[in-house]
C-alpha cells in the first residue's frame, strides 16, 4: 500500500489557496484571500503556524523575495507547493471524490 | 529590529514588537514581522487603529508559543510511543502534588508565613526604595534613544577659581555657538538651553512658573513625543511648548493649541506666546525637565543682550550636534580658542578650557558646579541606599531559614515516608525551596503595597522627585522577579539540602536531632532586637519633635502673620489702602526682606573691626506687626528723615557678639554709611537649622521702591478666611498677576516639619521592619530550642513542674538576650540620635533617658511575648504525646 498523506481542514485548505493565487503566495496574500474565499476569518498567527509545519512536512518550500519599501524593507518569504503537497492534494480530493460517488443517489439529490 | 520603531499612528505597538523579536526564531522573524506590518495597515484602513492594535496584538502574543523553540522539539513526541507523553502527564501530576503539600504545609503555620512574609516583604520595600534611586541614575535620559543622540555632546566649561580649585560647569557663553558653527568644522547644528522663572497667566489664572529657553533646532535634536500640536511650531518666535500639566492648569478641558498665553518676565516685560503643541508627560530623571519652553532669542529679548555677548554670567547650557562622534575631541580643542574671548569679558571666574562630553555621559550633582541641566543624584547616596538594602534583606532571608529549619523538626518523618516510597533527593529539595519561594512571593505583596506608603517618603527626604510610576516597568520588573529568585535561593537553600539529605531509617527512628541555637544566631537575634530599640527611639522622638516644632516660640508672631509677594511700590501701596478698612486685620507692614524669609548676610563696621550679621530692610509698622519686642531705645520712624537715612535696630544678639556696652546711639558703619542705632529688640528665631544660639541681626528702613513683601497680622482664627479674602482682593486688583501668599509659621517650619515628617515615618517604618525581622528571629529560635527539648519538658512535667516553671525555666536564654539588646539599643539609640541631630543643626528638644528605657522596655516586652506564647504550646502539651514517641 502506497505511503498515506494526512491533511488537515485548515492545512488542505491553505496548500489549496496557495494553489490559486500562485506566484504571489505569502503570508499576507494567502490570509486575506483565505478570508475572502471562505468568509471565516482566522489568525495570522494559526496561519504562520500551519505554514510552517506544512513546510516541514514537506508540502510546501519557500524562498526568501527582494526587499520592499512598504514593510519597512523587510522581505517576504513566498510558498509554493512542492510534488508531495500537489499528491497529498489530488489524494484527499480522490477519497472525497471516491465517497461522494458512493453516496446513495436520493441523498445526494435531496438533501444537497 | 535594525531600526527602532517608534510608537505612533500608523506603527503597531511597540512593546508587541518587541514580544515578536524575544520569542521569534532568527530565520522568521523578519518574514513575520513583514506580514504582520503588512496587515496592520489593511488593518487600520478597514477596521480602524484600535481594532487594527488588538489584532495586531493579539496576533503577536499568539504567535509566541508555536515560535517557540520548545515548539519544535516536541514535534516528533507526538508521532513516538506515547511514552514522553505519559511522563509529562506525571511530571504534571508531581508539580501539582508539590504545591498541594506546600500549601497544606504553609496554611498549618500560619503564624509562620504572615511573620515572615511581613518581615522579608519589608526587607523587599527597602530594595524597591533602594532601586528607585538606582534606577534614577541607570535610567537617566533613557527616553532619548541612543541612536537619535548619538552625535550629540554636550559643551562643559572648566573654571578656576581663585583659590586655585578647579570646578566644571555644564554651560558656555550665549555667543559661542553662533561663532563657532561656521568657524568650526564638523559642528553640524546646536542648541543652547536656559532655566528661568516668569509670571504665566490666561485669563484670569497667573502663577509663577519655571521657564525655558532653547533654539529653534531643540526638538529637532531631541525627541520629546507630543500628545497634541506640533513640533514644528517651535521655529516660530512667538510660539510656547507646555506640559500636559501646565495644559490641565491654564486651560482645564479646553483645546489649549493656538490659545495666548502672556509671560511677564523682569524689567517689565511682557510677552504674548502662542500655544503649539502639549508634552507628552516623560520620567523627571531626564536632563532638560521643563514644565514651558520658548525660543532663546526672547530671552536675549528681555535681557537686552546682543548676540555677541560674551560676558553675561547666565549662560545657556549648550549642545552640539557633530557630523562625527569620532570629531569631538579635535573640536573641543578648537573650541578653546574662545577661551581669551570669553575670559576678557568676565573677571569673575576664569575659564581654562572647553570639553565636549558625549551627551549620555553621566555626571551627578557633585561633579558640576553649576549650569542648567538636571543631573543624576551623587553615587555615595546610592552606594549607601543599596548596600542598607541588601543588608536588610539578608537578614530577613537569614530568619527564614532559621524559622524553616525549626519548623523541620516537624517534617523528619514526611521526608522519611517519601524517601522509602521512592522520591529522589532532588524531589525534597524542589519541594522545600518551592514553599520558600512561595513565602517570598507571597513577601513580594506585602513590600509592593507598603512601598506605595515608603517609597515617597525616602525620595522626599533626599528631594528626588521621582516615583516608582516613572521606572522603565520591564526593568522593575525583570529585577523583581531577580531578586524573589534570588531571595528564595538565598533564604532556602540551606534547609532544603539539609533536611534531604538524611537515610530514610535514620529519619524513621527519629535518630535527627535537630541542633539548637548557636553564639551566632543569638547575637544576630539580639542585634536585630537592639536595631528595634534605636528605630523605635528615633520614631518616639521624632512624633514628639513634631509636636514641639509646632507649639514652639520664634520670638515673635509668627501664628498671626500672612505674607504677601509685591513686586513694587505701587501694587503695595494699592493693596494697602484696598485692604486696611478690613477690621480682621490688625496691622499692615511692607518690607525688603523679612525676616526667616529672604534676611541676608552682609559685614558691618564698628570702628576698625569687621562682623557678620544677618541684616534687612523693613517698612513702616514692621515691628508692630511682626510683634518683635523692644527692648531698648525706641522703634524706626519712617517718617523721620533721619531715621530713614541713618538709624538702626540691632537685636540682642548683636549688642553681644560685639559686646558694645550701652548700645543706644552708637554708630556702625553699613555699605560705606554711617548708621545710628536706635533702638535694640529682643532675640528670635531666625532658621530652625542654623544653631541654637540666636542669630544677630540689624535692621534698616528699606526704600518703599524696594518693597518686595507686605505683612498682614491677623488674629490665628482668622487666618485661612483673611488669606482669602486677600486673594480675592489682589485677583479684583491685579487679575493677571499671580497672588503669592505664605503663612509666616509655613516659611519658618517648612523644612523642619519636611524633614521631622520624613524622620518620623521613616524611623516609624524601621521600627515595623526591625521590629517583626526580629520577632520572626525570635520566634525561630524559641521553636528550634522547643524542638530539641520536647523530652526533656515532657520529663520535668511527669515530675510536677507547671507550665510557668517551664516557660520561666526555657525564658531565661532570651530574658538574657533582650535584656543585652535593650541595653544595647537604648544606649545606640541615644548617640545615633544625638548625631543625627548635630549633623542636621536643627533645634529640637532633648532626647531625653526615659523615653529610651520606655522604648527599650517595650521591645523587651514584644520579645518576652513571642517566645512566651511559642514555649506556651510546647509546655501545655500532655507529656504522655511527647515521651510516647519513643
Known amino acids: 500500500m502506497m505511503r498515506r498523506y494526512y491533511l488537515g481542514e485548515l492545512e488542505e485548505l491553505i496548500l489549496l489557496t496557495i494553489a490559486v493565487i500562485g506566484m504571489d503566495a505569502y503570508g499576507v496574500t494567502i490570509s486575506q484571500e483565505l478570508e475572502r474565499q471562505t468568509g471565516r476569518e482566522i489568525d495570522f498567527s494559526t496561519v504562520h503556524t500551519t505554514l510552517k509545519r506544512l513546510e516541514e512536512k514537506g508540502y510546501l518550500n519557500s524562498k526568501m523575495g527582494g526587499a520592499t519599501k512598504e514593510r519597512g524593507g523587510r522581505r517576504k518569504r513566498f510558498f509554493k507547493i512542492t510534488a508531495i503537497g500537489y499528491r497529498a492534494l489530488r489524494e484527499s480530493q480522490e477519497t472525497r471524490s471516491k465517497l461522494w460517488s458512493q453516496i446513495p443517489l436520493q441523498y445526494q439529490v435531496k438533501n444537497i | 529590529m535594525s531600526d527602532p520603531v517608534k510608537d505612533t499612528p500608523g506603527h503597531p505597538p511597540k512593546w508587541a514588537e518587541r514580544l515578536l523579536t524575544w520569542s521569534c526564531p532568527k530565520e522568521s522573524i523578519e518574514e513575520v514581522q513583514g506580514d504582520l506590518l503588512e496587515l496592520y495597515h ?22 509566541q508559543k508555536p515560535l517557540a523553540k520548545l515548539a519544535s522539539i516536541k514535534l516528533p513526541n507526538i508521532s513516538g510511543t506515547g511514552n514522553n507523553h505519559s511522563h509529562t502527564k506525571t511530571d504534571l501530576f508531581i508539580l501539582k502534588n508539590y504545591f498541594l503539600v506546600a500549601f497544606r504545609n504553609l496554611r498549618r503555620n500560619k503564624s509562620y508565613v504572615i511573620i515572615n512574609a511581613l518581615g522579608v516583604g519589608i526587607a523587599l520595600t527597602c530594595c524597591l526604595a533602594a532601586y528607585l534611586v538606582l534606577a534614577f541614575n541607570l535610567e537617566f535620559d533613557d527616553f532619548h534613544a541612543d541612536k537619535k543622540v548619538e552625535r550629540i555632546f554636550k559643551i562643559h566649561t572648566l573654571l578656576r577659581e581663585k583659590d586655585g580649585t578647579i570646578l566644571l560647569d555644564n554651560n558656555a557663553p550665549m555667543a559661542l555657538p553662533p561663532f563657532a558653527l561656521p568657524q568650526i568644522a564638523g559642528i553640524e547644528r546646536f542648541t543652547r538651553y536656559l532655566r528661568d522663572r516668569g509670571y504665566m497667566h490666561y485669563r484670569d489664572k497667573a502663577f509663577t512658573e519655571r521657564i525655558s529657553f532653547a533654539d529653534s533646532t531643540f526638538f529637532d535634536m531631541f525627541d520629546f513625543p507630543l500628545l497634541t500640536g506640533n513640533h514644528k511650531a517651535f521655529k516660530d518666535k512667538h510660539s510656547i511648548l507646555i506640559s500636559e500639566k501646565l495644559a490641565k492648569k491654564y486651560f482645564g478641558d479646553e483645546e489649549p493649541i493656538g490659545k495666548t498665553l502672556v509671560l511677564n518676565f523682569p524689567n517689565d516685560m511682557e510677552v504674548q506666546f502662542i500655544v503649539g503643541g502639549v508634552l507628552k508627560k ?49 573640536i573641543s580643542k578648537q573650541l578653546n580658542k574662545y577661551i581669551p574671548i570669553r575670559n576678557e569679558a568676565r573677571n569673575d571666574e576664569l575659564a581654562i578650557g572647553y570639553q565636549l562630553e558625549h551627551f549620555k555621559t553621566p555626571f551627578t550633582i557633585k561633579d558640576i558646579h553649576s549650569g542648567n541641566t538636571s543631573l543624576r543624584a551623587a553615587n555615595g547616596i546610592l552606594l549607601l541606599f543599596a548596600s542598607m538594602a541588601a543588608m536588610i534583606l539578608l537578614i530577613a532571608c537569614f530568619n527564614l531559614t532559621n524559622t524553616t529549619i525549626a519548623m523541620t523538626a516537624k517534617r523528619l518523618k514526611e521526608i522519611g515516608i517519601r524517601k522509602t516510597i521512592g522520591a529522589f533527593r532532588k524531589q525534597i529539595v524542589t519541594q522545600f525551596l518551592l514553599e520558600t519561594i512561595i513565602t517570598i512571593t507571597l513577601s513580594l505583596g506585602v513590600g509592593l503595597v507598603m512601598a506605595q506608603w515608603i517609597v515617597p517618603a525616602f525620595s522626599s527626604l533626599y528631594n528626588i522627585p521621582f516615583t516608582l510610576a516613572d521606572v522603565n516597568s520591564f526593568h522593575l520588573v525583570g529585577t523583581l522577579v531577580a531578586l524573589v529568585f534570588f531571595a528564595s535561593l538565598l533564604a532556602g537553600i540551606y534547609p532544603a539540602l539539609f533536611n534531604s539529605k538524611f537515610k530514610p531509617v535514620v529519619l524513621l527512628k527519629g535518630g535527627v536531632k535537630i541542633k539548637g541555637t548557636n553564639v551566632f544566631t543569638r547575637t544576630l537575634v539580639m542585634l536585630q532586637f537592639a536595631l528595634s530599640v534605636i528605630v523605635l527611639i528615633g520614631g518616639v522622638f521624632f512624633t514628639r519633635n513634631a509636636e514641639f516644632q509646632e507649639s514652639m516660640s520664634f520670638g515673635y508672631d509668627t501664628k498671626k502673620i500672612i505674607t504677601v509677594n509685591v513686586q513694587s511700590e505701587k501694587e503695595f501701596e494699592a493693596m494697602e489702602n484696598e485692604i486696611v478698612s478690613n477690621s480682621k486685620i490688625l496691622s499692615v507692614s511692607g518690607s525688603e526682606n523679612n525676616i526667616g524669609h529672604n534676611s541676608y548676610e552682609s559685614t558691618i563696621q564698628i570702628g576698625t573691626r569687621e562682623y557678620k550679621t544677618l541684616i534687612a530692610g523693613i517698612g513702616k509698622n514692621y515691628f508692630e506687626t511682626m510683634g518683635l519686642k523692644l527692648s531698648e531705645g525706641r522703634f524706626l520712624n519712617v517718617a523721620n528723615e533721619s531715621d530713614r537715612k541713618d538709624g538702626v535696630i540691632v537685636n540682642r544678639a ?20 554711617k548708621r545710628h542705632i536706635v533702638g535694640v529688640i529682643e532675640n528670635h528665631v531666625e532658621d530652625m537649622f542654623i544653631s541654637e544660639s540666636p542669630q544677630s ?48 509659621e509655613d516659611i519658618v517650619l517648612s523644612d523642619a516639619r519636611m524633614i521631622t515628617g520624613s524622620f518620623k515615618s521613616i524611623f516609624l517604618f524601621l521600627t515595623v521592619l526591625g521590629g517583626l525581622l526580629s520577632v520572626s528571629g525570635i520566634f525561630s529560635l524559641a521553636s528550634l530550642n522547643i524542638a530539641r527539648r520536647t523530652k526533656e519538658i515532657g520529663v520535668r512535667k511527669t515530675f510536677g513542674a507547671s507550665i510557668t516553671n517551664v516557660i520561666t525555666l526555657l525564658n531565661k536564654e532570651f530574658a538574657m538576650i533582650l535584656a543585652l539588646a535593650a541595653m544595647v539599643g537604648s544606649i545606640g539609640g541615644y548617640l545615633l540620635l544625638e548625631a543625627m541631630l548635630g549633623a542636621f543643626n536643627i533645634i529640637h528638644i532633648k532626647v531625653g533617658i526615659f523615653p529610651a528605657v520606655l522604648c527599650s522596655l517595650f521591645i523587651f516586652s514584644i520579645g518576652i511575648i513571642t517566645t512566651s506564647v511559642t514555649i506556651l504550646k510546647a509546655a501545655r502539651t500532655n507529656p504522655v504525646d511527647t515521651l510516647r514517641s519513643d
Open chain 2, 282 to 330: 516623560v520620567p523627571r530623571n531626564n536632563t532638560f525637565n521643563f514644565d514651558a519652553i520658548v525660543r532663546i532669542e526672547n530671552f536675549l529679548d528681555v535681557h537686552q543682550l546682543a548676540i555677541d555677548n560674551w560676558s553675561d554670567p547666565l549662560d545657556p547650557s549648550t549642545f552640539f550636534e557633530l557630523t562625527s562622534a569620532e570629531s569631538a575631541p579635535s
Open chain 2, 654 to 673: 548683636f549688642v553681644n557678639k560685639t559686646g558694645m556696652k550701652d548700645p543706644i546711639d552708637k554708630v556702625i558703619l553699613m555699605r560705606q554709611t
Open chain 2, 697 to 744: 541681626f540689624v535692621f534698616y528702613i528699606a526704600d518703599p521702591a524696594d518693597y518686595k513683601i507686605m505683612e498682614i497680622k491677623t488674629e490665628t482664627k482668622d487666618l485661612i478666611e483673611t488669606r482669602n479674602y486677600l486673594e480675592a482682593t489682589w485677583k479684583k486688583m491685579f487679575p493677571t498677576r499671580p497672588f503669592e501668599s505664605q503663612f509666616q
Open chain 2, 42 to 63: 489593511h488593518w487600520i484602513e478597514t477596521e480602524g487603529e484600535k481594532e487594527a492594535r488588538k489584532k495586531y496584538v493579539l496576533n503577536a502574543i499568539k504567535l
